[in-house]
């Protein structure tokens, strides 16, 4: 029942017909560029006060190796005030955390979001009794999701 309920606040929070999710992860649709989409993602994680700790651009890792990869981010958050209470309840959640948002570019040239689904780190981690700050992450996801994708 508690997944349903969070899988309602994320479409809610989202224009559902660009979500999508499954195997743990949600991914929004791009308007922009890899490269504006995971900036604008940054600045808005700033903006709301989280940290954010590094990006890594596989793509130019790729290059250096002498290989070739569509353009592909990962964008690393947190903020202990969040991600604190969820270790609280259950402390294997720590292995996913700080967030991640990865931004990239199919092979048709659509721009993609994804970040892990909360419901599904929740299964994943067997947390109980921290529904409150899951809807809380889930709802902030989506939000920073919707602003860096639209």
Known sequence: MFFKKLA???????VCGSVYAGEGLIKVKSAHSVDDTANKLESVLKSKGMNVFGRVNH??????????????EVVIFGNPKVGTPLMQCTRTVAIDLPQ???????????????YNDPAYLAQRHGIEGC???LKKVSGALGKFAAAATS
């Open 8 to 14: 309602a606040v994320v479409c809610a929070t989202l």
């Open 131 to 133: 529904d409150e700050v």
């Open 59 to 72: 793509a130019a890792g790729a290059e250096k190796a002498g290989l070739e990869l569509k353009p592909t």
């Open 100 to 114: 991640k948002a990865l931004v990239w570019e199919d092979d048709d040239g659509q721009v993609w979001l994804a």
